[in-house]
């Protein structure tokens, strides 16, 4: 993702995905004949025979355009299907998981669809779902995808067949930048200002939209890579599904504030002529995040809460863990509200499900699975087991572990367990071994000298290579490469192993974490600039608070130590005041006050946001008036220098360079 306002780093960002990709394929290699005996056991075990999700996800198809096609700004498109052809075929490739090909080829289905009468859904255009809603004299747009360029096409592809409506209402589900990104593809700014269009969202949508992505959002970047395969090519050695659906858009991601929010845990609203009934379910899938039932047309929308795999409570980028006891209890709440009065469930993913008994069935068990991995970790950890050891335990109940609804696509049980584990107890094991262990790159030059040095290390993998013991062997070479980086036995090793993992893998983000660490053990970090999440939209949601919190982030304590200074900070357009405080290698800030300070800056949070695109600097700020500074201003480049600016394109399965003691 990046910002239209760059085209050339968006053409260098396709030419240098490309080359990845190309790398990516030319060192592919063959399943083992141990991948092929797990990949044709996995066939025997579920109910490939029952193709209702295929008919439901046909159900009410009215069009598309070749290949779902979005052109983008650059070479390559916003989006297009045809990648994903090798889908078509009937038959599983023996590099892709059974089941995990069954749900890539129900998320290849693309198009406009009629859900209901007055109720549309463009689905297969984004990772998400655009859902249209006729009202009498407008459309109502639920959640408008992640890109302005897909959810324009989207649009567009609806107006192909459909009386043209103009936008009135734009619905954020959540605070997920695939559920918001692609507002200006639908409306304007201007038509909001204008009070022609108005953008209703859940309470504290602002607040969570760009909170969790700002302070962690550089590592959260990179980790996305590998949770989504970005850098992979779609292809049966390569990127296949995400579970969740296709892939990620390529595009703008803009944002428009809301212009009025969902404050109550219930509340009832008509909109042009249309009743929504919305329920708030904050801290489930989203910090931020409500459902909505239709009465008048018997649809429930569970948003991201019910969708037709199981999600995370957490996800493998990185992200807070999320309450599977409270999301089970959303989802039952819903049930027992509106499960006997829906006639269709939709959700912001996938396909929906038709009849009122599938429904209750649907969300039951969907309430149940949550409960499930939610309760038994919590069982199974007071009695003493370890993260791990709950994950290689816990197995899912016979009576979920055959419905395809609850199988671990996106999220997955192992990981969720641990989830679990993490939540209640945190990363300690309580085992004294553990509290203090070695730091990753000592503790693998201590092992592998144990284990008789490199050569040996990798003599007995080689054999267990052969047995089909990919997860220790994987483990195994990782230490080698982190005792040894240009070690290239162990890389090449390893790698053969992460890609078997993949092929095996039900899930389409652990299958795309095992090939991206494949990719990266054969050549190495992906020469290729970084995207950013900050663009003129997304900062308007960081409020000052949340920007000064940012600034400590970046604080180099070592550049700081000893040092201390006090800085008022004056926003003029909000007439809001803060000073910030460096002192023992700590910035710290106050709202609402100013202070004895060694200097103060006047500015516009617009300027402000100008000076963090690089749009402008500090000093040309000052010499156009921008920014006033009274006192010491050498105080205010003093402290810039002190921040640190952070490598998008980090090292992940070798070790970077160790950070200095502080």
Same mark, same amino acid.
């Given at each position: 993702m990046t910002h239209s306002r760059f085209p050339r780093a968006l053409v260098a960002l396709a030419c240098a995905f490309a080359a990845a990709s190309a790398m990516a394929q030319v060192a592919s290699k063959p399943p083992e004949p141990s991948t092929l005996q797990a990949n044709a056991d996995m066939a025997k075990t579920l109910p490939f025979a029952d193709r209702g999700d295929f008919d439901d996800a046909m159900r009410g198809f009215i069009a598309t355009v070749p290949d779902a096609l979005v052109p983008g700004a650059g070479p390559r498109p916003a989006w297009s299907m045809k990648p994903y052809d090798f889908l078509k075929a009937d038959a599983p490739a023996d590099t892709v998981n059974p089941s995990l090909w069954r749900q890539a080829q129900l998320n290849a289905i693309h198009g406009l669809f009629q859900v209901t009468d007055r109720v549309y859904q463009v689905r297969g255009f984004d990772l998400a779902n655009m859902t249209i809603v006729e009202g009498d004299s407008s459309l109502i747009v639920i959640d408008p995808l992640l890109t302005a360029e897909t959810a324009r096409a989207a649009l567009d592809l609806y107006y192909q067949h459909r009386p043209r409506k103009p936008v009135g209402t734009v619905i954020y589900s959540h605070g997920h930048a695939d559920h918001f990104g692609g507002v200006k593809g639908v409306t304007t700014e201007a038509d909001v200002a204008a009070g022609k269009v108005q953008v209703l969202a859940p309470a504290g949508f602002m607040e969570t939209a760009v909170a969790e992505n700002i302070l962690a959002g550089n590592a959260m970047s990179r980790r996305s890579q590998y949770q989504f395969g970005s850098l992979l090519p779609p292809g049966v050695r390569g990127?296949?599904?995400?579970?969740? /659906? !296709?892939?990620?858009?390529? /595009?703008?991601?803009?944002?428009? &504030?809301?212009?009025?929010?969902?404050? +109550?845990?219930?509340?009832?609203?008509?909109?042009?002529?249309?009743?929504?009934?919305? $329920?708030?379910?904050?801290?489930?899938? @989203?910090?931020?995040?409500?459902?909505?039932? %239709?009465?008048?047309?018997?649809?429930?929308?569970? @948003?991201?809460?019910?969708? #037709?795999?199981? #999600?995370?409570?957490?996800?493998?980028?990185?992200?807070?863990?999320?309450?599977?006891? %409270?999301?089970? +209890?959303?989802?039952?709440?819903?049930?027992? &509200?509106?499960?006997? !009065?829906? =006639?269709?469930?939709? @959700?912001? $993913? #996938?396909?929906?499900?038709?009849?009122?008994?599938?429904?209750?069935?649907?969300? +039951? !068990?969907?309430?149940?699975?949550? +409960?499930?991995?939610?309760?038994?970790?919590?069982? %199974?950890?007071?009695?003493?087991?370890?993260? &791990? =050891?709950? &994950?290689?335990?816990? $197995?899912?109940?016979?009576?979920?572990?055959?419905?395809w609804s609850a199988r671990g696509y996106y999220g997955t049980l192992r990981h969720n367990a641990k989830a679990v584990y993490q939540k209640y107890l945190g990363w300690y094991d309580a085992n004294p071994a553990n509290l203090d262990p070695l730091p990753p790159v000592a503790y693998a030059k201590k092992t592998v000298e144990y284990m008789g040095g490199a050569d040996a290390v990798i003599a007995r993998a080689r054999e267990d290579f052969r047995k089909g013991e990919f997860r220790w062997v994987a483990s195994a070479m990782n230490q080698v490469v982190y005792a040894d980086p240009s070690n290239r036995a162990a890389r090449e090793l390893g790698a053969d192993a992460l890609e078997q993992l993949g092929y095996q893998s039900e899930a389409g983000t652990w299958r795309s974490a095992y090939l991206v660490g494949a990719m990266e053990l054969r050549n190495g970090v992906p020469k290729i600039p970084g995207g950013s999440s900050a663009n003129a939209d997304t900062l308007k949601a960081v409020s000052n608070d949340l920007f000064f919190d940012f600034l400590g982030v970046r604080l180099d304590a070592a550049k700081a130590e000893g040092k201390k200074l006090v800085i008022n900070w004056n926003f003029t357009d909000s007439n809001q005041q803060f000073v910030l405080t460096l002192e023992n290698s700590a910035l710290t800030h106050i709202a609402g006050q100013q202070s004895g300070a060694d200097a103060t800056v006047t500015l516009s949070r617009a300027t402000l946001d100008a000076v963090t695109l690089k749009e402008t600097s500090f000093p040309a700020a000052v010499l156009t008036g921008k920014v006033k500074i009274e006192g010491d201003r050498s105080k205010l480049a003093e402290l810039m220098s002190m921040l640190d600016t952070f490598e998008p394109m980090f090292p992940v399965v070798e070790p970077r360079a160790q950070p200095k003691n502080q």
């Amino acid at each position: 993702m990046t910002h239209s306002r760059f085209p050339r780093a968006l053409v260098a960002l396709a030419c240098a995905f490309a080359a990845a990709s190309a790398m990516a394929q030319v060192a592919s290699k063959p399943p083992e004949p141990s991948t092929l005996q797990a990949n044709a056991d996995m066939a025997k075990t579920l109910p490939f025979a029952d193709r209702g999700d295929f008919d439901d996800a046909m159900r009410g198809f009215i069009a598309t355009v070749p290949d779902a096609l979005v052109p983008g700004a650059g070479p390559r498109p916003a989006w297009s299907m045809k990648p994903y052809d090798f889908l078509k075929a009937d038959a599983p490739a023996d590099t892709v998981n059974p089941s995990l090909w069954r749900q890539a080829q129900l998320n290849a289905i693309h198009g406009l669809f009629q859900v209901t009468d007055r109720v549309y859904q463009v689905r297969g255009f984004d990772l998400a779902n655009m859902t249209i809603v006729e009202g009498d004299s407008s459309l109502i747009v639920i959640d408008p995808l992640l890109t302005a360029e897909t959810a324009r096409a989207a649009l567009d592809l609806y107006y192909q067949h459909r009386p043209r409506k103009p936008v009135g209402t734009v619905i954020y589900s959540h605070g997920h930048a695939d559920h918001f990104g692609g507002v200006k593809g639908v409306t304007t700014e201007a038509d909001v200002a204008a009070g022609k269009v108005q953008v209703l969202a859940p309470a504290g949508f602002m607040e969570t939209a760009v909170a969790e992505n700002i302070l962690a959002g550089n590592a959260m970047s990179r980790r996305s890579q590998y949770q989504f395969g970005s850098l992979l090519p779609p292809g049966v050695r390569g990127q296949v599904d995400t579970g969740l /659906g !296709k892939a990620l858009a390529r /595009g703008t991601v803009t944002l428009i &504030a809301p212009t009025a929010s969902i404050d +109550k845990p219930t509340e009832a609203r008509t909109i042009d002529g249309v009743q929504f009934v919305f $329920h708030l379910v904050p801290g489930s899938e @989203a910090p931020s995040e409500m459902l909505m039932y %239709l009465p008048q047309f018997r649809v429930l929308n569970m @948003a991201e809460d019910v969708t #037709h795999n199981m #999600h995370n409570l957490y996800t493998i980028r990185g992200a807070e863990v999320r309450d599977g006891n %409270l999301w089970s +209890k959303y989802i039952d709440e819903a049930r027992v &509200a509106f499960g006997g !009065k829906a =006639d269709v469930l939709i @959700a912001q $993913h #996938h396909w929906p499900t038709f009849g009122q008994d599938r429904i209750v069935d649907l969300l +039951k !068990k969907q309430r149940d699975m949550y +409960k499930f991995i939610n309760d038994q970790s919590l069982r %199974l950890l007071n009695q003493g087991y370890t993260a &791990a =050891d709950i &994950a290689e335990t816990l $197995h899912m109940p016979a009576s979920l572990s055959q419905e395809w609804s609850a199988r671990g696509y996106y999220g997955t049980l192992r990981h969720n367990a641990k989830a679990v584990y993490q939540k209640y107890l945190g990363w300690y094991d309580a085992n004294p071994a553990n509290l203090d262990p070695l730091p990753p790159v000592a503790y693998a030059k201590k092992t592998v000298e144990y284990m008789g040095g490199a050569d040996a290390v990798i003599a007995r993998a080689r054999e267990d290579f052969r047995k089909g013991e990919f997860r220790w062997v994987a483990s195994a070479m990782n230490q080698v490469v982190y005792a040894d980086p240009s070690n290239r036995a162990a890389r090449e090793l390893g790698a053969d192993a992460l890609e078997q993992l993949g092929y095996q893998s039900e899930a389409g983000t652990w299958r795309s974490a095992y090939l991206v660490g494949a990719m990266e053990l054969r050549n190495g970090v992906p020469k290729i600039p970084g995207g950013s999440s900050a663009n003129a939209d997304t900062l308007k949601a960081v409020s000052n608070d949340l920007f000064f919190d940012f600034l400590g982030v970046r604080l180099d304590a070592a550049k700081a130590e000893g040092k201390k200074l006090v800085i008022n900070w004056n926003f003029t357009d909000s007439n809001q005041q803060f000073v910030l405080t460096l002192e023992n290698s700590a910035l710290t800030h106050i709202a609402g006050q100013q202070s004895g300070a060694d200097a103060t800056v006047t500015l516009s949070r617009a300027t402000l946001d100008a000076v963090t695109l690089k749009e402008t600097s500090f000093p040309a700020a000052v010499l156009t008036g921008k920014v006033k500074i009274e006192g010491d201003r050498s105080k205010l480049a003093e402290l810039m220098s002190m921040l640190d600016t952070f490598e998008p394109m980090f090292p992940v399965v070798e070790p970077r360079a160790q950070p200095k003691n502080q």
